[in-house]
């Protein structure tokens, strides 16, 4: 059975800045069906999470909780590989149409509320936090850090998948593409290993790790031929730095 529940809590201490950033981030995610963010299973995506299982030592079984799951674009695939998914979301909109696609096929917890000031109840009860293309959303990744750290067992790993701000095709992507705005997506240019791992530091969140991957657009990678290629051309070292995608790693010691 799949189960939602919506968490309203109050902090004292949380800025009026913070509030209204979360409010545009939901009208931005919620005013039209993102086909960015529409569930598909395909290798351009199986590939991202195969990448987040490896990296972060991820096995079926485990607990794991997905910040900004959205619509389940990644949700569902990772509940597929057997792991026991929870998502969270601030937006009810998102996490109402994450049931519509499940449409009961796997066993989910949903919760929409903020990852700074989580639940109470869910506070060291998960193996792993993950995130795909998250991290730049967030307001404060270092808040949002220790709310993520709360979330953990001891010995409980964070996998966060993101935009490598040194790659060019993300700047033609947010500047042409309906629907994308720079006032939303500018967080990509905090995405770069020093200011994660700093982070992450700060929540106390050891052990950080981080490498780059990607090579081909969705279109291409989606060929039969597609993953051999991208294999091939991810060892050039003259382009490794500019890499599309960027996996951070952290865990509670």
Known sequence: MTRVRREVRSNPQARDETH???????????????????PVDTPYLRRHVDEAIRFGGLEAGERVLEVGCGMGRYTLLLAGRGLRMTGLDLSSVLLDRLLDFN???????????????PPAELLGTFDAVVGFFTLHHLVDVERSMHGVRALLKPGGRVV??????????????????????????????????????????AAGLG????????????????????????????????????????????RVP
């Not at 500047?175 to 020093?194: H, Q, Y």
């Open 160 to 201: 966060f998948l993101e935009p490598n701000p040194l790659n060019p095709l993300y700047y033609l992507q947010v500047t042409f593409t309906p629907g994308m705005s720079w006032s939303a997506e500018r967080g990509m240019l905090r995405m770069r290993p020093g200011p994660i791992a700093g982070a992450m530091a």
């Open 103 to 117: 449409a009961g096929k796997h066993d989910l917890a949903l919760v929409c509320a903020d990852v700074e000031t």
């Open 20 to 38: 209204l950033y979360n409010a545009r981030q939901r009208a931005y995610f919620e005013r039209s069906m993102k086909k960015t963010m529409i």
């Open 207 to 250: 052990d950080f790790g981080f490498e780059r991957f990607g090579f081909l657009p969705p279109f291409l990678a989606n060929l039969r031929w597609g993953g051999r290629a991208e294999a091939a051309l991810e060892r050039f070292p003259w382009w490794r730095a500019n890499l599309p995608f960027q996996l951070f790693r952290g």
